[in-house]
């Protein structure tokens, strides 16, 4: 049973009612449809031949071009194609699409990966993005006579130790990267409050140090993932270079993590369902330890990281934005705030992890509402309501002793989804409710959660500020060091 229904989800967050978060309601969701290149490999034949068995035994058809596609020629909505080989400009399968972000297009490849073990993660992520705008899909699949690897949009690379995919690894792996499309968020989606964000209260100010502190001390980490810039990529043609351009809303390049400022914010104590009465007006019924609670939602704000900024080298000025969820007529509604005085000049586009942030965010105030009915004496809430709560997200683990005292760790076991997409959220928000039941029922402190996301990265949230938790991850930037740097 989850914490909190599906409906739920759909009306604070946006959330599709019928996103399928498990991996069974994904196998029976996934439309897939072969779509081969004029002339395969032998190699790739028998990889695709294998794949497709592979989809049977789990309850997907895989299509035939002629079955899959309309009368005019293109493929549904919601299809994902399976594109085999090497395809000349007018046979590409995004030329047989209806819109840009309702299917996902997979390039499989009879080559090696264009990557080593030693390459570095913004080469990795550099060279797996190039590749996407050359041959315009959404995932690259290679395969060898020893082995076959994934890659994906956020750098992410998953490799298997067998030429032929296995049951398991189609199952546990490739169908959740199938399922859940990246899709960035939309101006429309959310409301755009452009140059209307204080940037010169003391509150601000504050913030901004914190940020500039740990913006520092990831300075020399690989693992947070700076830019790449879709300037430098090699494409087909002018026009796929326009189409790469759209899907990304305009977006000069792609970056990866954020940092993240949960504003100050005091909440009330959840109630008892059966205490409740008439009152259930503006709360969410929350399942947690065998009861329903009713929590109250409150409005949310968040100071996060610009889209696209340089998150080793902030300049707080131009690359620090506000975000934040208002609830309206029973349902939240998302909006961004510019700085006062940002220069037409500075690009500002909401995140890939707007939905995240809000989220954690959410989750924050949530889970500080119930400390308050069922612990009243946890420092949680009182925290929350004084400083706020810092977020951290970047494409790398932790080490287990790196971990913050009083954070629980969740999500190793959820399907591998990418961020900026709905399930990246629903797992968020869903699994920081699980570790703070897991901590009630311990009699452990609760300071926050540590989220894992498999094949992707990790959120580091809760009651540390932005540089503490940098310091824990970077242990060898000193406060010296950072001296002579400035």
Known sequence: MKSISSDSLHRLLGIPLDTPLGIDEMCKRLRPVLYPAPALSPRLERFCGALADAMHTLGIAVLSEHEAAGDDGRFAPGTVI????????????????????????????????PLTPDSLPQERLDAIVSRLARDMVHIL???????????TMNGGVVTFDTPIPKLV????????????????????????????????TAEFDAVAEDFLECSALWGNNACLLTHTSTEGLEYRSNFYKRIVARYLDQRSG??????????????????????????????VPVWVQGQTLLVPVPQLRVITTRSGCKKNHLETKNDLVEIGLVQRNGRGRSY??????????????PSFDTLTILAHALGNALTASILMK???EASFPRHLARFGASMTHWHDYPESELLPEGYHLHGEEN????????????????????????????????????????????????????????????????????????
């Open 374 to 376: 069922l612990r009243p």
């Open 336 to 349: 961004l705030k510019t700085p006062i005085g940002c220069p037409p000049e500075i690009v500002v586009k």
């Open 82 to 113: 399976l594109a085999p080989g090497s395809f000349p400009d007018h046979l590409l399968a995004i030329n047989r699409v209806t819109t840009l972000y309702n299917n996902i297009i997979v390039g499989i490849y009879d080559e090696a990966s």
């Open 254 to 283: 792609m970056s990866y993590g954020f940092f993240a400022r949960q504003l100050p914010i005091c909440v009330q104590p959840a109630i008892m369902q059966k205490e409740s009465g008439e009152q259930t007006a503006g709360m």
């Open 141 to 151: 699949i290679f395969v060898t006579d020893r082995s076959w690897s994934i890659c």
């Open 415 to 486: 399907p591998p989804v990418a961020c900026s997409t709905p399930q990246s959220a629903a797992y968020s928000l869903l699994g920081k409710i699980a570790a703070l039941e897991i901590a009630l029922e311990e009699g452990r402190s609760y300071r926050g959660d540590v989220h894992v996301e498999p094949s992707h990265g990790t959120n580091i949230v809760g009651m540390l500020s932005l540089a503490e938790t940098a310091r824990l991850i970077n242990p060898a930037r000193t406060p010296e060091l950072l001296q002579e740097e400035r």
């Open 169 to 200: 690894d189609v199952r546990n792996t490739l169908v959740p990267k199938l399922t859940a499309q990246v899709v960035p968020p939309r101006g429309e989606d959310m409301d755009m409050e452009l140059g209307t964000m204080e940037n010169g």
